[in-house]
Every structure is written in C-alpha cells, then in structure tokens.
C-alpha cells in the first residue's frame, strides 16, 4: 500500500474496471421488464456497487489487512453478481448482452485475486 503513484484509490486499476463493471450492470438492467426493479434488477446493481465501494473503502483504511478483508468482500459481491445475471439469463430476462458482462466480472475477479496475493505477499516480507 505504499505505492507512490496510488494517491487515491481512484488510481487503482481494480477499482477503475469494478466501476466499468458496475456501469455496465446498470446500462443492463436498464433493459429488464419494470417488474424487476425490485426483483433482479435491484439485486444486480446493488452487488454491482458493492465491489468498487468496498476496494474503496478497504483502500481507505490504509492498512494492509483492512484492505485485503474489503477485497475478499468484493470477491463475494462479485461471486453474487455473476450469480444474479446468471438467473437473468436463465429465466429469459437478459440474453445475449449478459456475456460480455460475466466476463468482466471474470477479469475483474482474476484482478482481485491476484491484488490479494501481491498484498498478502508484501506484508509477509515485513
């Protein structure tokens, strides 16, 4: 966590693509019947959130530990989005436009993980 080119962790690639990520969960939902606003709809944007607040807030703790439970947390969030735009699928509400979006979560997962990894590594050093 002591990179000096990481000001913020708005300078964290993870944290750049889990808004893309997020952005696009909405701009997918945006297209689902009106009677999933409380349903599917809701639940997707809301684990779509969470994985960049949580980088974030991790992020912000600044201590090593902190960071790494948030990142574990935004691994779940994304495990729960993949799960939901699964069911979209599934159930005819989403087809085709949720490929291109499981993988990044996919990509996005790969990230995190290997961010853990880096951190856990760091810190064993010290």
């Known amino acids: 966590m002591s990179d000096p080119s ?4 708005r300078d964290l690639r993870v944290w750049q693509d889990a808004m893309t990520l997020a ?8 297209q689902f019947p009106r009677d999933e606003l409380f349903g599917l709809t809701s639940q ?5 959130g969470s994985a960049p ?3 974030a807030e991790g992020h912000g703790r600044e ?7 948030h990142l574990r947390i935004a691994q779940g969030s994304l ?12 159930v005819s509400i989403a087809q085709a436009d949720v490929q291109p979006v499981l993988l990044q979560c996919e990509s996005l997962g ?12 760091r810190a064993s050093l010290q």
């Open 6 to 9: 990481i000001n913020s962790y």
């Open 23 to 30: 952005e696009a969960c909405y701009r997918l939902t945006r």
């Open 44 to 48: 997707i944007r809301r684990a779509a």
């Open 53 to 55: 607040a949580n980088i």
């Open 63 to 69: 201590h090593t530990g902190s960071f790494v439970q």
């Open 79 to 90: 495990k729960e989005l993949e799960t939901h735009l699964l069911l979209a699928q599934r």
């Open 110 to 121: 790969k990230m995190i993980r290997a961010l853990i990894r880096s951190l856990q590594q």
